[in-house]
T-cell receptor, first 110, second 115 residues
Framework: AQSVTQPDIHITVSEGASLELRCNYS??????LFWYVQSPGQGLQLLLK??????LVQGIKGFEAEFKRSQSSFNLRKPSVHWSDAAEYFC????????FGTGTRLLVSP | GAGVSQSPRYKVAKRGQDVALRCDPI?????LFWYQQALGQGPEFLTY????????KSGLPSDRFFAERPEGSVSTLKIQRTQQEDSAVYLC?????????????FGPGTRLTVL
């Protein structure tokens, strides 16, 4: 069965520190991969996506993600976290319909 | 330009009532998706339209759930005889529908509470 796993339910990072959110997928073929961010009361906003080609993908708000086929992973990174980055982050995979992970809640401490 | 809009934003229903949730996709977007997001969970796929054709409804949890998009633009998700387990946020998304434009743009969702 197709699935996306985000092993970390909560992560707390100090402002200015680096961030890495983990995502692993299980799919028949390499799917399109996405990271979305959801702030309270807001819809999902796309941060970045991987379709093919360069395995290091740049997104909005200073985020990047690296696709590693051998590990079936698509981890999200940011070199320096800002307080406004506190939100829920979802990894998703698919072609048309998307399969989402359960999300990682990012808390940013001063 | 306008994004995906959904109405109502909040809906409270008594168990057994029917509800209808509306989605207005981005103009010109061919594909439209419905997802259900339970509290503390990621969104789960319900159904997918390409224009007016419902191509996949494998995620609809029961025959109480019905979706339509009769003119290939606005879509309505209807839930009959609501149950408490139907309480969730219902998200609508639209996309161009072409492979290289598979990005889905999400609306703010409708939060349904069934009492």
């Amino acid at each position: 069965a197709q699935s996306v796993t985000q092993p970390d339910i909560h992560i707390t990072v100090s402002e200015g520190a680096s961030l890495e959110l983990r995502c692993n997928y299980s799919y028949g073929a390499t799917p399109y991969l996405f990271w979305y961010v959801q702030s309270p009361g807001q819809g999902l906003q796309l941060l970045l996506k991987y379709f093919s080609g360069d395995t290091l993908v740049q997104g909005i708000k200073g985020f990047e993600a690296e696709f590693k086929r051998s590990q079936s992973s698509f981890n999200l990174r940011k070199p320096s976290v800002h307080w406004s980055d506190a939100a829920e982050y979802f990894c998703a995979a698919g072609f048309q319909k998307l399969v989402f992970g359960t999300g990682t809640r990012l808390l940013v401490s001063p | 330009g306008a994004g995906v809009s959904q109405s109502p934003r909040y809906k409270v229903a008594k168990r057994g009532q029917d509800v209808a949730l509306r989605c207005d996709p981005i103009s010109g977007h061919v594909s439209l998706f419905w997802y259900q997001q339970a509290l503390g969970q990621g969104p789960e796929f319900l159904t997918y339209f390409q224009n007016e054709a419902q191509l996949d409804k494998s995620g609809l949890p029961s025959d109480r759930f019905f979706a339509e998009r009769p003119e290939g633009s606005v879509s309505t998700l209807k839930i009959q005889r609501t149950q408490q387990e139907d309480s969730a946020v219902y998200l609508c998304a639209s996309s161009h529908g072409l492979a290289e434009y598979n990005e889905q743009f999400f609306g703010p969702g409708t939060r349904l509470t069934v009492l």
